[in-house]
């Protein structure tokens, strides 16, 4: 299984990136994806997800109407659009999948290794 994050950088305040998460090993069209954060001294939080077909999307609070996740179920890639972002914004994000099997049962979950988001002028 991997999950490969790209799109991190420096952005200044109000500007936008897009995180992708390309993935293998794994049925991705089963698999609930999330994209996670987590700020130098701070717990590892949930940003945002979205359900096997894109029926159905979360986000935390903080993020909501200026984050979008979307999915690709041919490219087996999630993507995170930030526009807006702030300097709260800066952290490492990570991507998460949990993957329902034709058993009825949950695999992962399974995590990338992650990609800096830097929000600073």
């Known amino acids: 299984v991997q999950l490969v994050e790209s799109g991190g950088g420096l952005v200044q305040p109000g500007g936008s990136l897009r995180l992708s998460c390309a993935t293998s090993?794994?049925?991705?069209?089963?698999?609930?994806m999330s994209w996670y954060r987590q700020a130098p001294g701070k717990e590892r939080d949930l940003v945002a997800n979205?359900?096997?077909?894109?029926?159905?999307?979360h986000y935390a609070h903080s993020v909501k109407d200026r984050f979008t996740i979307s999915r690709d179920n041919v490219e087996n890639t999630v993507f995170l659009q930030m526009n807006a972002l702030k300097p709260e914004d800066t952290a490492v994000y990570f991507c998460?999948?949990?993957?329902?099997?034709?058993?009825?049962?949950?695999?992962?979950?399974?995590w990338g290794q992650g990609t800096q988001v830097t929000v600073s002028s």
């Open positions: 998460h999948a949990r993957v329902f099997g034709r058993d009825g049962l949950w695999t992962g979950p399974y």
């Open positions: 090993g794994f049925m991705f069209s089963r698999a609930t």
């Open positions: 979205i359900t096997r077909f894109g029926v159905s999307t």
